[in-house]
């Protein structure tokens, strides 16, 4: 089940270059899935900055004052927009 609405997003989480930010838009999966990234303070509208994106390795993120590592699985489905300062 895919709980993903369908609008225009920028990027996933995982397509972010390191020291980048963007804001989520939207998180894909299951219920399962958005229920854990809220837990960890992921939520639309909140702004993501990326610590560390190494290709094939977990990402490294820093949310609400927070530092967090990701599968890239995970990270696929976060649907950012970028940030506009």
Do not use: C, H, W
Not at 34 to 62: C, D, E, H, W
Request: no cysteine; aromatic share 4%; glycine share 6%.
């Amino acid at each position: 089940m895919n709980n993903r609405i369908d609008m225009p997003q920028d990027l996933t989480l995982s397509e972010l270059k390191t020291d980048n930010a963007a804001r989520v838009e939207t998180i894909g999966g299951g219920n399962a899935v958005i229920s854990r990234m809220a837990a960890m303070g992921f939520s639309q509208g909140v702004t993501v900055n990326m610590v560390q994106n190494y290709k094939k390795r977990p990402l490294i993120v820093s949310v609400r004052d927070s530092r967090i590592a990701l599968a890239r699985s995970v990270a696929d489905k976060v649907y950012l927009r970028r940030a506009e300062y």
